[in-house]
């Protein structure tokens, strides 16, 4: 514990004094923190606005790729009936009937107690499987069966009377999935048969053709369709495949929503504010006003989604896509579905340039090596670590300054106080020579 000399000898609140002199002599050090805090609050929303520069570059990627816009969409005539497209999806229908829904085989044993201490056979994909229960016990049958990796699922089923029957089941639906079992002295039920889906082809014609699958999915009826059955279907049903327009609408309108994203960002962090307090009023600019960089990014990006797009060049605003008198994109989804109507290729082709472009120029911002925002982040960070050092520096200089400082003082003290002693006893020597004199 140290001990204070605070005015022993001088009356001083040296403390204090030192602690006024360190805070003026500290003053070099709290700019730089208070810089060091600001470029902090910089990198911090930059890496925002980098963020979401990059999202949209990932965005506008995928809509510029080749048949990113060859969106359709798949309908059937009957509820039973679910169709789904995939990429390659062309416009076209066709008639079918779902005639048969797929099985998978269950087999079921007799009523059984324990099972005989034997071999038992499963043929299933073509090959045999010789299975030995390690115990005439039904668990360890079971066990033994799921072993296997013959294709059959074994449960134990209890039927009441204390006996049970052993259900085996195909672990694929459909002709695949089709096993056969023997065992000596047990016979053998099949309870469901394992039976493919069945699907009619332009039923009810000539031209009728049956196609089957193992499940009750039809892959590529027509390119890049497939159908679901859920039940079958009582009469004919037809298979409509169109295009998707909500879906471009979506992928267009989502490319302005990201690009307006982009603006928000930059306009909140540019946006001037005042505040009032009893010492007046203060003004406060957003962290990206005035700074180059992020002025160059946002002029790409609404250069990249408002310039003609075509040969020859138009406006986009005649597909709906426009710019607003405050620097902001705009979707007029009207403007767009009849753009769309009118020459559906054409306009997907200039919503895929504008995306191109976009995609481009927020790239060119935040590519993780080379991008504007990252190379201006990774700089800025490298001053945050300079000062962070000099601020470590400036630590150790007034660490060693207030030594000093409470040194000087403590001496000070120590000299008056040495001082004042040594004037007492001056003092009584002066008082004894006098009264000594007076005597004589």
């Given at each position: 514990m140290g001990i204070s000399l605070d005015g022993l000898a001088s009356g001083l609140d040296t403390t204090a004094l030192i602690g006024s002199i360190m805070q003026s002599e500290a003053?070099?050090?709290?700019?730089?923190?208070?810089?060091?805090?600001?470029?902090?609050?910089?990198?911090?929303?930059?890496?925002?606005?980098?963020?979401?520069?990059?999202a949209l570059a990932t965005q506008a990627t995928a809509a510029a790729k080749?048949?990113?816009?060859?969106?359709?969409?798949?309908?059937?005539?009957?509820?039973?009936?679910?169709?789904?497209?995939?990429?390659?999806?062309?416009?076209?229908?066709?008639?079918?009937?779902?005639?048969?829904?797929?099985?998978t085989q269950v087999?079921?044993?007799?009523?059984?107690?324990?099972?005989?201490?034997?071999?038992?056979?499963?043929?299933?994909?073509?090959?045999?499987?010789?299975?030995?229960?390690?115990?005439?016990?039904?668990?360890?049958?079971?066990?033994?069966?799921?072993?296997?990796?013959?294709?059959?699922?074994?449960s134990k089923v209890a039927v009441g009377g204390g006996e049970y029957r052993l259900q085996f089941?195909?672990?694929?639906?459909?002709?695949?999935?089709?096993?056969?079992?023997?065992?000596?002295?047990?016979?053998?039920?099949?309870?469901?048969?394992?039976?493919?889906?069945?699907l009619q082809l332009w039923a009810g014609t000539?031209?009728?053709?049956?196609?089957?699958?193992?499940?009750?999915t039809f892959t590529d009826v027509l390119p890049g369709v497939s159908i679901t059955a859920k039940d079958l279907t009582t009469s004919t049903a037809t298979l409509t495949v169109?295009?998707?327009?909500?879906?471009?609408?979506?992928?267009?309108?989502?490319?302005?929503?990201?690009?307006n994203g982009i603006f928000a960002l930059v306009s909140s962090k540019s946006a001037v504010s005042t505040s009032t307090n009893i010492g007046g009023t203060t003004t406060s600019a957003g962290l990206f006003t005035g700074d180059s960089t992020v002025r160059t990014v946002n002029q790409n990006i609404l250069s990249a989604a408002s310039l003609p797009v075509g040969t020859p060049p138009r406006s986009p605003s005649e597909i709906g896509i426009s710019i607003t008198k405050t620097g902001t994109m705009e979707f007029d989804a009207t403007k767009f579905g009849a753009a769309l109507a009118a020459d559906a290729a054409g306009t997907a082709a200039k919503v895929q340039e504008l995306a191109?472009?976009?995609?481009?120029?927020?790239?060119?911002?935040?590519?993780?090596?080379?991008?504007?925002?990252?190379?201006?982040?990774?700089?800025?960070?490298?001053?945050?670590?300079?000062?962070?050092?000099?601020?470590?520096d400036w630590d150790t200089r007034l660490a060693s300054r207030k030594a000093t400082l409470q040194s000087t003082y403590s001496g000070l003290e120590v000299a008056l106080s040495n001082m004042k002693a040594q004037q007492s006893w001056l003092t009584a020597q002066l008082g004894g020579l006098s009264t000594g004199s007076n005597s004589a």
């Open positions: 003053l070099p050090q709290t700019l730089l923190k208070n810089k060091s805090y600001d470029i902090q609050s910089m990198v911090s929303a930059l890496q925002g606005l980098n963020s979401k520069v990059a080749p048949g990113a816009l060859n969106l359709y969409s798949a309908t059937t005539s009957s509820t039973n009936v679910v169709a789904t497209t995939t990429a390659g999806a062309a416009a076209g229908s066709i008639d079918f009937q779902v005639t048969r829904l797929a099985q087999t079921l044993s007799n009523n059984v107690v324990g099972w005989p201490y034997t071999t038992m056979t499963i043929n299933s994909g073509g090959q045999s499987f010789t299975i030995t229960p390690l115990t005439s016990n039904l668990d360890d049958v079971v066990t033994a069966v799921n072993a296997a990796g013959a294709g059959v699922v074994a089941a195909a672990t694929k639906s459909g002709s695949a999935g089709a096993f056969s079992i023997s065992d000596p002295g047990t016979t053998f039920t099949d309870a469901k048969l394992a039976q493919d889906a069945e000539t031209s009728q053709v049956a196609v089957t699958s193992s499940t009750n169109s295009r998707d327009d909500a879906g471009i609408t979506k992928v267009a309108s989502d490319l302005v929503d990201g690009v191109g472009r976009i995609a481009s120029a927020a790239t060119a911002a935040s590519d993780k090596y080379t991008g504007t925002l990252t190379t201006k982040i990774t700089g800025q960070q490298s001053e945050v670590r300079d000062l962070a050092d000099r601020i470590s």
